[in-house]
């Protein structure tokens, strides 16, 4: 007959001194308390499930007092009874609330800067800096701050119909596919099941597309060099002016420009090497520069040329122009927003190069538009460039022409 073991006491446990050797007092129904040779005292539960003995650990004594050791092997026992090995159960209770402690922590806000995080590397920084500057501005006050995986549709759909209603289409087309791509990240990197972002389509107003003001008739484009040529304002804007007609760079990559980019003196013709960074597919760029160009950029050399910036803030050197100064002066001539803008250099020279028969993939290659082969791109920073050298030229004196009113013949390309 097994001995009977007598419940402990509080007085027995803290009387317990620990020996040379750990031993244990016993309180029944497979409870007992280790005693170390340091002298901790554990709780632990001897049970047996499905033939094979194990041990639970409840936790050290006096944290865990008699009472509640107690409670907790009465625990034990009642999911032996019902089949359930209580040291599985207390894993996998741990592994569930570890699992919510990490889901509580994956809110939108934070996945969605892991995944800008990602895409910088591809993007130029211009870029970059819009596309989290508008998540900052519209989306994470909205539900930033909610788990991914319990954000739904609905939410995203009534901040994204406040934005709307205002009349932002654009922006909304843009933050749409934005949280498309972050629940994309977040499916991959196994932090959501399904891409709510995607659920969206079709529920917001179809974005009208919209174009630019550009000015591309030729008898208007004469107008507008000469008004450039009569600006009034900053010698450093005017020659950005001068400059902008003639590259037809986008006005981020022309107000960035930097002296240690531009080669007046270059063997093959001068040119500016614009680098991957500043380029909107992150892929870098050469812009072959006309015999006007270089007479712009010799101008305006001793004035800025001791600095970083070609065309330097007025007030801080240090920093280029700002992003709203050719679209100002643009302005200050007489030309509104409806009319004409600094982007819209590219349309004009696209759209009268185009009519003037030049090859079309030379002139998207000079305007630097997406190449749709990645590999290709890759490789094609100089593709065709004696023939971009050639139509800089050619659309510098075209520029020329109209300015002083000459009868102008543009030197015409086959296609090809």
């Known amino acids: 007959m097994p001995k009977k073991i007598s419940p402990l006491t509080d007085v027995q446990i803290k009387s317990a001194k620990p020996l040379a050797e750990p031993w244990k007092l016993s309180d029944g129904g497979g409870l007992f308390i280790y005693i170390a040779p340091t002298g901790g005292k554990l709780w632990r539960l001897k049970y047996s499930f499905a033939g094979k003995e194990k041990l639970l650990s409840f936790g050290p004594w006096p944290d865990v007092s008699l009472k509640r050791a107690r409670e907790r092997r009465d625990e034990a026992r009642a999911l032996l009874t019902e089949g359930i090995d209580p040291g599985e159960k207390r894993k996998l209770d741990k592994a569930g609330a570890q699992a919510k402690k990490e889901e509580a922590a994956n809110t939108f806000e934070v996945v969605a800067r892991e995944w800008h995080e990602k895409q910088v590397r591809a993007w130029s920084e211009g870029h970059a800096e819009k596309v989290l500057g508008r998540m900052a501005q519209h989306l994470f006050p909205a539900f930033g701050s909610?788990?991914?995986?319990?954000?739904?549709?609905?939410?995203?759909?009534?901040?994204?119909?406040?934005?709307?209603?205002?009349?932002?289409?654009?922006?909304?087309?843009?933050?749409?596919?934005?949280?498309?791509?972050?629940?994309?990240?977040?499916?991959?990197?196994?932090?959501?099941?399904?891409?709510?972002?995607?659920?969206?389509?079709?529920?917001?107003?179809?974005?009208?597309?919209?174009?630019?003001?550009?000015?591309?008739?030729?008898?208007?484009?004469?107008?507008?060099?000469?008004?450039?040529?009569?600006?009034?304002?900053?010698?450093?804007?005017?020659?950005?002016?001068?400059?902008?007609?003639?590259?037809?760079?986008?006005?981020?990559?022309?107000?960035?420009?930097?002296?240690?980019?531009?080669?007046?003196?270059?063997?093959?013709?001068?040119?500016?090497?614009?680098?991957?960074?500043?380029?909107?597919?992150?892929?870098?760029?050469?812009?072959?520069?006309?015999?006007?160009?270089?007479?712009?950029?010799?101008?305006?050399?001793?004035?800025?040329?001791?600095?970083?910036?070609?065309?330097?803030?007025?007030?801080?050197?240090?920093?280029?122009?700002?992003?709203?100064?050719?679209?100002?002066?643009?302005?200050?001539?007489?030309?509104?927003?409806?009319?004409?803008?600094?982007?819209?250099?590219?349309?004009?020279?696209?759209?009268?190069?185009?009519?003037?028969?030049?090859?079309?993939?030379?002139?998207?290659?000079?305007?630097?538009?997406?190449?749709?082969?990645?590999?290709?791109?890759?490789?094609?920073?100089?593709?065709?460039?004696p023939e971009r050298r050639r139509m800089m030229q050619a659309w510098a004196d075209y520029l020329d022409g109209l300015k002083t009113g000459a009868k102008v013949t543009p030197i015409h390309q086959a296609k090809g």
């Open 146 to 385: 909610i788990p991914i995986t319990q954000l739904r549709a609905p939410v995203i759909l009534a901040a994204l119909r406040e934005i709307e209603a205002k009349g932002n289409h654009e922006t909304v087309k843009r933050l749409r596919q934005y949280c498309e791509a972050v629940f994309a990240f977040a499916i991959a990197t196994g932090q959501t099941e399904r891409n709510v972002g995607a659920d969206l389509r079709g529920a917001l107003a179809p974005c009208r597309a919209k174009h630019r003001p550009a000015i591309v008739e030729p008898k208007a484009v004469a107008a507008l060099l000469r008004a450039i040529d009569d600006y009034q304002g900053s010698f450093v804007v005017l020659c950005a002016l001068k400059l902008a007609p003639l590259v037809f760079v986008r006005p981020g990559e022309l107000r960035q420009a930097e002296w240690a980019e531009i080669d007046l003196d270059y063997q093959g013709g001068p040119q500016w090497v614009i680098p991957a960074k500043k380029m909107k597919m992150r892929s870098a760029h050469i812009v072959p520069l006309s015999k006007q160009s270089k007479v712009i950029l010799e101008e305006v050399q001793p004035l800025t040329g001791g600095g970083r910036y070609v065309f330097p803030c007025n007030r801080t050197p240090s920093r280029p122009m700002s992003n709203m100064a050719l679209n100002a002066a643009l302005r200050r001539m007489g030309y509104d927003q409806g009319e004409m803008c600094a982007h819209g250099f590219r349309a004009m020279a696209s759209t009268l190069l185009n009519e003037q028969a030049w090859p079309s993939d030379v002139i998207e290659r000079q305007l630097a538009h997406a190449e749709r082969n990645s590999i290709r791109a890759a490789y094609n920073r100089a593709e065709r460039l």
